[in-house]
């Protein structure tokens, strides 16, 4: 089974709108996990426009499943990272004040960079992952990093597949295959959604996670946030 890492940046959002505790974030994180989710992934941004740097550091006591912290690795989040220890950090290229990620690492061009950074953290015992395209060249330039997983992005798969072109999943699976040969884990994250996650998850050869945020608790305002989890837990079977 596929993992299920639930990012509540969008439940930070919420309650920052207002200034008070109200979605009370650690209550949300608790839980998610109670659902069923397999972790809680935050990705807290220099401006702590959602996610607050000492929400990372309250979460850390909270979080007994898998807790994964995504960002671009300046020096301030690798402070943050090494501090909250957690089971994984997602290192992913965002420029200050990005709306949301849009692209993965060039591997090649960042290489030395990102290989001095994944050591640091795994002489601290956290798992290393990189946020890539699905492009053969940048997995393995993930490889040469000392990585040891890969975050395939999957923003081109979903607006694809919505558009009715299921193709657009065969650079993914091109992308997966190469990383199972390399022994890199593979996850997978960005706009996957109850539409289109279950077929990713059946094509995909070697998935281990997915991180789903926005769609996810976009679809809980109607469905519910226990229904909801429980139903990509079951998609992801």
């Known amino acids: 089974m596929t993992k299920l890492s ?19 974030l650690l209550q949300v994180a608790k839980d998610i996990q109670r659902f069923g989710a397999q972790g809680i992934t935050i990705h807290p941004r220099p401006d702590e426009r959602h996610i607050r740097y000492q929400d990372a550091r309250d979460l850390k006591s909270v979080v007994y499943t898998e807790f994964n912290i995504e960002g671009n690795p300046q020096h301030n989040f690798i402070d943050l990272v090494l501090e909250c220890s957690p089971t994984q950090v997602t290192l992913v290229p965002d420029a200050i004040g990005a709306i949301t990620s849009s692209a993965g690492w060039d591997t090649i061009q960042f290489q030395a960079y990102l290989t001095e950074v994944i050591a640091e953290f795994k002489r601290n015992g956290i ?19 000392g990585a040891d997983r890969i975050e395939l992005y999957t923003e081109s ?18 992308a997966a295959v190469l990383a199972n040969e390399l022994e890199l884990g593979i996850n997978a994250g960005h706009d996957l959604s109850l539409e289109n996650v279950q077929f990713f998850k059946q094509n995909i050869p ?32």
């Open 6 to 24: 639930v990012n509540i940046n969008k439940i930070a959002t919420l309650r920052n709108a207002r200034g008070g505790n109200v979605p009370d």
């Open 127 to 145: 798992r290393a992952s990189i946020f890539v395209d699905p492009v053969l060249e940048m997995i393995e330039g993930a490889k040469k990093t």
């Open 206 to 237: 070697g998935l281990l996670e997915v991180s789903i945020g926005h769609a996810l608790i976009s679809e809980a305002l109607y469905l519910g946030l226990e229904n909801v989890v429980n139903m990509y837990l079951h998609k992801l079977k």
């Open 157 to 174: 798969y979903a607006h694809q597949y919505g558009l009715g072109n299921k193709a657009g999943i065969e650079p993914y699976i091109k």
